[in-house]
């Protein structure tokens, strides 16, 4: 055997040895029966495309068009599978809320442009659609929409135009090709890791994003959650696939100045924050308290403020105080899921012994480094364990965080357990030079809180 000869053969069994076994471990997600082919599934976009654009009012912003454009192709470059022609397009509302139509025709809301903290979470926003458009979600669901009227229909024997008029597709909230499981969820969560890491982007920061998104008010981000419901254990699965993928590469693509400009432009365009004026300030609370009942808690806040409830969450906040789908002012009340809460010594014990100092302690050091992963600059000022809710032992704790109208926030967490396990919590969010005029109100609410049925 000549010595090159055995140079090759070497090389290909180090290759077999470092290089397969990454590839092999890749999950490999396979797409759902479908009666359509890639082919019909861009007729359909275009269908439905004629429909969105009929709905919406997109941005017409070539700087911003075109760095959504090019991220969104070096995105695509990584996709398996059929090779879509996609576009991408910003829709002028300021939800948080993205759609795709089959065939690569995505639509972002400027409302998630300008609540990405950087471009790689923008980054992962997108692969999470790109990867709905991969999966072929949008006509998986339509096949079994009309599968179950007719179900004799087979897979290349079915005309789009039959079809879209039988089913009455449309582009709303409630669209057939819109609304999909937690396990397309699941699936699209794989396929957007692995477009991250081949892309060269930490995939982490997509969920930094839908953290993000879950930590906005519930009422703006309703319908991406209704169309998009979260998967368990999310960040749980992003890491074990880049595990199976051999983990990150060593130089990360970071934060883009390109993304800042045209997220700058787009907020600087935007004239829409209602009673905020040019100084961003807001009616001050108003000392006229108002009795509200939720659920197993009592409270009393401002009479000038509103409700915006969905979920475990209730933001209460004052006209113009939700801001680019964050609170700017205002405060949030809602509960913190630990998971496994026995880990705590928290399930099952007695109203003597069930709220233990320590066991409160660990829990919101859960919940705070929950918050941190979608707020990296939260930072802890102060900590005082003497506080109690409803004569419950609680805990009060004071950050620093960015807000969302420039500048630095005070944020004041109030957190106390339930007899279930589950940490209740009370956020109070200001901007750093109206804290003091916010700060009486939240302290007031907290202190009219009665637990109603705990025991």
Do not use: C
């Amino acid at each position: 055997m000549s010595s090159k000869t055995k140079q090759i053969i070497v090389f290909l069994s180090l290759l077999t040895v470092f290089v397969l076994p990454v590839l092999a471990d890749r999950t490999n997600v396979r797409a759902g029966w479908n009666l359509f082919s890639p082919p019909q599934d861009m007729d359909i976009g275009r269908d439905l495309l004629d429909q969105a654009e009929s709905s919406i009012s997109l941005i017409d912003n070539q700087k911003a068009n075109t760095y959504l454009a090019a991220l969104g192709s070096q995105l695509v470059a990584h996709t398996p599978g059929e090779k879509y022609s996609y576009q991408f397009r910003i829709v002028d509302d300021q939800s948080i809320n993205a759609f795709a139509l089959p065939g690569g025709y995505i639509y972002v809301y400027r409302g998630a442009i300008e609540t990405a903290q950087n471009e790689p979470q923008l980054a992962g926003f997108l692969a999470h659609e790109i990867a709905h458009v991969v999966l072929r979600h949008g006509t998986q669901q339509i096949s079994r929409a009309y599968a179950a009227q007719v179900p004799n229909a087979a897979p290349g024997r079915v005309s789009v135009r039959t079809v879209m008029d039988r089913l009455n597709i449309g582009v709303d909230s409630d669209s057939v090709p819109l609304k999909y499981s937690r396990e397309a969820e699941r699936q699209a969560d794989l396929i957007a890791t692995q477009i991250m890491v081949d892309a060269g982007f930490d995939p982490q920061n997509m969920i930094q994003f839908f953290q993000r998104v879950r930590n906005q008010s519930m009422s703006l981000r309703s319908e991406f959650a209704t169309a998009h419901p979260e998967p368990a254990n999310r960040a749980g699965r992003v890491r074990t696939e880049v595990q199976n993928m051999g983990g990150l590469r060593r130089n990360l693509r970071g934060d883009s100045p390109d993304f800042h400009s045209v997220k700058d432009t787009l907020l600087a365009s935007n004239n829409t924050y209602p009673n905020i004026d040019r100084d961003g300030d807001v009616d001050l609370p108003s000392t006229r308290m108002v009795l509200q009942r939720e659920g197993d808690i009592e409270f009393r806040y401002p009479e000038n403020w509103r409700i915006y409830e969905s979920g475990n969450a209730i933001d209460l906040a004052p006209e113009g105080g939700i801001v680019s789908g964050s609170l700017a002012y205002g405060m949030r009340i809602a509960t913190f899921d630990l998971g496994d809460s026995n880990l705590f010594g928290l399930r099952g014990l007695a109203p003597s012994d069930r709220t233990s100092q320590s066991s409160l302690s660990r829990a919101t050091d859960r919940l705070i480094e929950d918050m941190r992963n979608s707020n990296p600059n939260l930072r802890m000022v102060r900590r005082d364990e003497r506080r109690r809710v409803d004569g419950q032992p609680g805990m009060t704790i004071e950050f620093t965080n960015d807000s969302p109208l420039g500048g630095t926030e005070v944020n004041w967490l109030v957190a106390v357990l339930r007899p279930d396990g589950m940490l209740r919590y009370f956020v109070g969010v200001a901007p750093q030079r109206d804290y003091n005029s916010y700060a009486s109100s939240f302290e007031r609410i907290v202190s009219s809180v009665r637990f109603v049925n705990y025991y």
